[in-house]
């Protein structure tokens, strides 16, 4: 019930940043986060050193997993990350924002990636 009520709160900051700046990205985050839980993606780091550069901003609408290792700095915005996953991504310089800075920062939408 409370991830529920994060989880709305969290489509309605989204919907909310569309409306305003009408930035495709926000429309395609609000879809992925209205899916059932079960249909979350689950990415782990290993993925994300892959699919990512050093210093990208990333959206993952799921949770972040600590399987594998990663070797440069990320932004991460994500609905969870596991207790191993934050650790590496901080050991590799990343750092972790919620979701209203990071519509705060980028209104657009412009540099931010959607991976999952």
């Given at each position: 019930m409370?991830?529920?009520?994060?989880?709305?709160?969290?489509?309605?900051?989204?919907?909310?940043?569309?409306?305003?700046?009408k930035?495709?990205?926000?429309?395609?985050?609000?879809?992925?986060?209205?899916?059932p839980?079960k249909?979350?993606r689950?990415?782990?780091?290993?993925?994300l050193?892959?699919?990512?550069?050093?210093?990208?901003?990333?959206?993952?609408?799921?949770?972040?997993?600590?399987?594998?290792?990663?070797?440069?700095?990320?932004?991460v915005?994500?609905?969870?990350?596991?207790?191993?996953?934050?650790?590496?991504?901080?050991?590799?310089?990343?750092?972790?924002?919620?979701l209203?800075?990071?519509?705060?920062?980028?209104?657009?939408g412009?540099?931010?990636?959607?991976?999952?």
């Amino acid at each position: 019930m409370f991830t529920n009520s994060l989880i709305q709160e969290n489509i309605w900051t989204i919907r909310g940043a569309f409306k305003k700046n009408k930035a495709p990205i926000w429309r395609a985050l609000e879809r992925e986060l209205s899916r059932p839980r079960k249909n979350r993606r689950e990415v782990n780091i290993s993925v994300l050193a892959d699919k990512t550069d050093d210093g990208q901003v990333v959206v993952v609408p799921g949770k972040v997993l600590g399987s594998g290792e990663i070797g440069h700095k990320l932004t991460v915005c994500a609905v969870t990350i596991s207790e191993s996953a934050a650790k590496k991504i901080r050991s590799s310089g990343g750092k972790f924002v919620s979701l209203s800075r990071l519509i705060e920062l980028y209104p657009d939408g412009k540099g931010v990636r959607v991976i999952g």
